[in-house]
């Protein structure tokens, strides 16, 4: 996500970071750099001009002209105003002092509602040991209600429906007295897809809105429609005063328009960012971050956080024990494939890196697929085997590959690979350091 726009910031930048001492004129080149990459990267116009002006203002002061490092500190003022622009912090969703919290799902057809519905109910389930329920409010879409139901049962989330009704109204009303009676602490109303034009749909979502009298109203948008969000963004939130965003596909090819734009247009949070298909792939936006990230600073603060939800914390004491007496075997590296596969996908993982850009990770492709073939090669030796690698002779290895069916320079690979991890780990421990909680939850995971 973000590929151009990075590019073109990058080249921006190098203006203000290749001279000692700037200059007014060399802002002001610097600066429509940035304004056409963010145009091009399909930023709303307003949203741009009000960006440039203020980091203009700020960068011919005297704290970047009279800086020891202006360069840098136009990069600080950019990352600053890109945050301020995206909404500053983080916002949580918005819960009833009196269960069950109404959550309202909107937006146009295709954007990913029905998912994100079962996405954002199955992280409140996990990380907040919430009771959600899914209403099936959409009557028109055909298979629509079996697409919430095959989500539902993927996430473990209960789907409410009313069979034979086709007043999206009356089930909505029904759906939360059902969740009020049963003792569920989260309602998701699954409405119906529309476009903005259709008047006799989007009437109706406003009598679902004075139905039931939501807490939140989330707006679904596909981060691939770019400066078109804020069309979307405006007219839905003049109708219903939506609560917060959800920006779907921030994996795909988007421009990053959506993100930048839609929070200054309407003055509402972008609250979720879905990156992927599968149900655990949501993330909770964080406007510093997702700054950073378009700045190639990183966001080692979001891999932190799903490596601590990932990986257990009993087995990495476990395993840094492990490691300080040298009994690191290839059973525990089997372990660590299974605790990696949980933070999801390893290229996004790895842009989350200071410094790897945006599309950096696409002449470096992770081959997600090699990883059952690697469990197959572990699960093939003996217990004596995992064990003590050493004793793996030419023999063993023929056997176990046509055991896990590989060749044996994959079996090679393998255990060249896990002996570099244990080099890897034992200069990693520092002489007998701890590194911290983030340390010690990272080890092992065979990068």
């Known amino acids: 996500m973000f590929?151009?726009?990075?590019?073109?910031?990058?080249?921006?930048?190098?203006?203000?970071?290749?001279?000692?001492?700037?200059?007014?004129?060399?802002?002001?080149?610097?600066?429509?750099?940035?304004?056409?990459?963010?145009?091009?990267?399909?930023?709303?116009?307003?949203?741009v001009r009000e960006f440039v002006n203020r980091v203009s203002e700020r960068a011919v002061g005297a704290e970047v002209l009279e800086n020891i490092n202006p360069g840098h500190q136009v990069v600080k003022i950019v990352d600053?105003?890109?945050?301020?622009?995206?909404?500053?912090?983080?916002?949580?969703?918005?819960?009833?002092?009196?269960?069950?919290?109404?959550?309202?799902?909107?937006?146009?057809?295709?954007?990913?509602?029905?998912?994100?519905?079962?996405?954002?109910?199955?992280?409140?389930?996990?990380?907040?040991?919430?009771?959600?329920?899914?209403?099936?409010?959409?009557?028109?879409?055909?298979a629509a209600v079996k697409q919430l139901e095959i989500v539902g049962e993927k996430a473990g989330v209960p789907v409410f429906k009313l069979e034979g009704s086709s007043d999206p109204v009356d089930i909505a009303r029904k759906g939360v007295e059902h969740?009020?009676?049963?003792?569920?602490?989260?309602?998701?109303?699954?409405?119906?897809?529309?476009?903005?034009?259709?008047?006799?749909?989007?009437?109706?979502?406003?009598?679902?809105?004075?139905?039931?009298?939501?807490?939140?109203?989330?707006?679904?948008?596909?981060?691939?429609?770019?400066?078109?969000?804020?069309?979307?963004?405006?007219?839905?939130?003049?109708?219903?005063?939506?609560?917060?965003?959800?920006?779907?596909?921030?994996?795909g090819d988007t421009r990053g328009g959506a993100a930048l734009s839609v929070r200054f247009v309407t003055g509402k949070p972008i609250k979720y960012v879905g990156t992927g298909e599968k149900l655990d792939t949501l993330d909770e936006f964080h406007p510093n971050r997702m700054a950073s990230r378009i700045l190639g600073m990183g966001d080692i603060l979001t891999m932190v956080e799903k490596a601590q939800q990932a990986i257990d914390d009993k087995k990495a004491e476990e395993l840094e024990k492990k490691f300080r007496e040298q009994s690191f075997t290839l059973e525990d590296y089997l372990d660590q494939f299974e605790q990696m596969k949980k933070m999801g996908s390893m290229e996004q993982i790895l842009e989350m890196l200071p410094g790897v850009k945006p599309g950096a990770m696409k002449d470096f492709k992770i081959d997600e697929k090699q990883m059952p073939r690697l469990e197959a090669i572990i699960k093939s030796m003996t217990k004596q085997e995992r064990d003590k690698p050493d004793i793996i002779n030419a023999s063993r290895k023929r056997r176990i590959a046509a055991g896990s069916g590989n060749s044996v320079e994959e079996v090679n690979k393998l255990l060249k690979n896990f002996e570099q991890t244990k080099q890897l780990m034992k200069q990693f421990m520092g002489g007998g350091k701890r590194k911290g909680k983030f340390g010690r939850k990272m080890m092992g995971l065979p990068f």
């Open 179 to 251: 969740a009020r009676k049963n003792g569920y602490d989260t309602v998701f109303l699954d409405t119906a897809g529309r476009m903005q034009i259709d008047e006799m749909l989007m009437d109706e979502v406003k009598e679902i809105k004075d139905a039931v009298n939501p807490h939140e109203i989330l707006l679904v948008i596909d981060a691939m429609i770019g400066q078109e969000s804020v069309n979307v963004a405006e007219t839905f939130n003049n109708l219903l005063d939506i609560t917060g965003v959800v920006l779907t596909k921030l994996d």
């Open 80 to 142: 600053e105003e890109l945050t301020k622009i995206m909404g500053e912090q983080q916002e949580k969703l918005i819960t009833a002092s009196n269960p069950p919290t109404i959550i309202m799902m909107v937006g146009l057809n295709g954007a990913g509602k029905t998912v994100h519905s079962g996405k954002i109910a199955l992280k409140l389930m996990r990380d907040n040991n919430k009771r959600p329920l899914l209403v099936a409010c959409d009557v028109y879409r055909p």
């Open 3 to 47: 590929e151009g726009l990075m590019s073109k910031m990058e080249s921006a930048f190098r203006i203000f970071k290749s001279k000692g001492k700037l200059t007014p004129a060399d802002i002001k080149a610097g600066m429509r750099e940035i304004r056409l990459a963010l145009l091009e990267a399909d930023v709303n116009y307003k949203v």
